[in-house]
């Protein structure tokens, strides 16, 4: 999961807490209200992927919340969890009446609930990408509608075999699977998991999914790890590029050779590799291009840029 919205409703602030935290794991963004009006406030603003939703709260209870979300067309399929305290089967069977996904008994075990909010974003996501259509409909779309982290996990809950194609800003790459599983990926001149991870970072674009049925992709099998591991690397990647960035005048900036580091290198033999890196930085390339261009992944790449910016090595164009 990531990128998806999901609405905790809880006057206890503790517990509303306490879920937020856990919902990190997820990688989703977690909207809070803490009664009955605030919630139906976020839910028409926001309209979030998922709502957490206590019963017993002041001004409005969460069984009210429910039926006037459902009777807004805005608002009417977003999934409903109900987390409270009333157990008895009554009141199980009202809150399933009202068109709730899960309920869920206080006190809870709370990795319990992360499995549960899990499976009901995981169904959300495929009924969406499928569109009410059958099995082999087409899997196109935008990434800002389906993030390509749930894409990911909905091929790999699909079991599909083909070729998943990513364009953006007038760039492309392509991520290829079998029974579900990604075997391969390009983009530019990165290939493999390296290509996989700068896709990962791409939140804006098309995607298409051309369908090869039980045929494999052409070409033998260049990536080995599963895809919840390419995932979980793919992120916490994200996380550290996200933090060198800060430290990095803007990615658009162009950089050049400092005089300090043209005196350092003067009259030195470089490796062939850190002779053809320093050689991006012409003044006429942004940071993303040398990124692009280096032919390393893009947060060996930063990592790089970030060294010799710091240390004085590389100015502003």
Request: aromatic share 6%; proline share 4%.
């Amino acid at each position: 999961m990531a990128g998806e919205k999901v609405l905790v409703v809880d006057d206890e602030p503790l517990i509303a807490q306490m879920l937020t935290d856990r919902l990190q794991e997820l990688y989703v963004d977690v909207l809070r209200a803490s009664n009955g009006v605030e919630a139906l406030e976020m839910a028409w603003a926001h309209v979030p992927d998922l709502i957490l939703l206590d019963v017993m709260m002041p001004k409005i209870d969460g069984f009210e919340v429910a039926k006037i979300l459902k009777e807004n067309p805005r608002t009417a399929t977003i999934p409903i969890i109900f987390l409270t305290a009333l157990s008895q089967v009554k009141d199980k069977v009202r809150g399933l009446q009202l068109g709730a996904e899960d309920y869920v008994t206080k006190p809870f075990h709370f990795d319990e609930l992360l499995v549960r909010v899990r499976k009901v974003l995981r169904k959300s996501e495929a009924e969406k990408s499928e569109q009410g259509g059958a099995t082999g409909a087409a899997v196109k779309g935008k990434l800002r509608d389906m993030s390509l982290v749930n894409l990911i996990q909905f091929l790999e809950l699909e079991r599909k075999t083909g070729i998943l194609s990513i364009t953006a800003e007038g760039r492309s790459g392509h991520l290829y699977f079998q029974d579900g599983r990604i075997i391969n990926a390009v983009q530019g001149i990165l290939r493999g998991e390296a290509a996989i991870y700068r896709l990962l970072g791409w939140t804006d674009g098309d995607f298409d999914l051309e369908s090869l049925g039980t045929a494999a992709p052409s070409g033998p099998p260049q990536v080995t790890a599963g895809n919840q591991a390419l995932i979980m690397e793919g992120l916490r990647r994200l996380d550290e590029m996200g933090r060198l960035t800060k430290q990095l005048p803007p990615l658009t900036t162009r950089l050049k050779p400092s005089s300090r580091l043209k005196q350092i290198l003067q009259g030195k033999k470089l490796a062939g590799d850190l002779e053809r890196f320093l050689g991006l930085f012409t003044g006429s390339r942004d940071i993303h291009a040398v990124i692009d261009e280096s032919g390393l992944d893009d947060l060996k790449a930063l990592e790089n840029v970030h060294k010799l910016y710091t240390k004085g090595m590389l100015e502003k164009a």
